[in-house]
């Protein structure tokens, strides 16, 4: 039970850091994107 418990403590956290890095990556690519625009006009 205990270990179940642990399980699940861990898997949230690992959903939380995967979620973060994936808002990241959509923040680094909009950027990215917007400094691409700004050349190009």
Known sequence: MPRK???TVYQ???N???NRMFI???KQTR???GM???KIS
């Open 36 to 38: 691409n625009n700004g």
């Open 24 to 26: 990241f990556e959509i």
């Open 16 to 18: 939380c850091y995967l």
């Open 5 to 7: 418990k642990w399980k």
């Open 12 to 14: 949230a956290q690992l």
């Open 31 to 33: 950027k990215n994107e």
